[in-house]
C-alpha cells in the first residue's frame, strides 16, 4: 500500500493554469502505476490521465488531451498534472490514485490507493 496526498488545487479563471501535485509514501513509487481522475458534483468520477512505472508513457481522456501533461519524478516521489487552458468543466474534485502494476488503466476499479483529492474551481 502506499499513501497518496495531492496538492496545487485552487481557483483559477478560464484559461489559466495549475499544477497539481501528488506525492507517495510508504512503497517504492517506481513500481507503481498512477492515474488521475475527477469527480465534478452529480456526476461519476472520470479518468482524466494514466502515466507508466517509468513514465514513458501516457494516456489521457479526449477532453484533456493538448491541454493536459501528466509526468511524474520517481526520485520524488510524485506524479505531477499540468492543467492548461482550464475551462470551467473542468472544475472538480481531483485525485490520484496507484497500483502496483505494470499498466494503467482508465477506470477506476483499476487502482488500489487513492488520495483525498483536492478541488479545482475554474471560473468563466
Known amino acids: 500500500q502506499v499513501q497518496l496526498v495531492e496538492s496545487g488545487g485552487g481557483l483559477v479563471p478560464a484559461g489559466g493554469s495549475l499544477r497539481l501535485s501528488c506525492t507517495a509514501s510508504?512503497?517504492?513509487?517506481?513500481?507503481?502505476?498512477v492515474g488521475w481522475f475527477r469527480q465534478a458534483p452529480g456526476n461519476e468520477r472520470e479518468f482524466v490521465a494514466g502515466?507508466?512505472?517509468?513514465?514513458?508513457?501516457?494516456s489521457y481522456a479526449d477532453s484533456v488531451k493538448g491541454r493536459f501533461t501528466i509526468s511524474r519524478d520517481n526520485a520524488k516521489n510524485t506524479v505531477y498534472l499540468q492543467m492548461n487552458s482550464l475551462e470551467p468543466e473542468d472544475t472538480a474534485v481531483y485525485y490520484c490514485?496507484?497500483?502496483?502494476?505494470?499498466?494503467?488503466?482508465?477506470?477506476?476499479?483499476?487502482?488500489?490507493?487513492w488520495g483525498q483529492g483536492t478541488r479545482v474551481t475554474v471560473s468563466s
Open positions: 490514485a496507484a497500483r502496483a502494476t505494470f499498466y494503467y488503466s482508465r477506470l477506476a476499479n483499476g487502482y488500489n490507493d
Open positions: 510508504g512503497r517504492t513509487f517506481s513500481n507503481y502505476v
Open positions: 502515466i507508466s512505472r517509468s513514465g514513458d508513457r501516457t
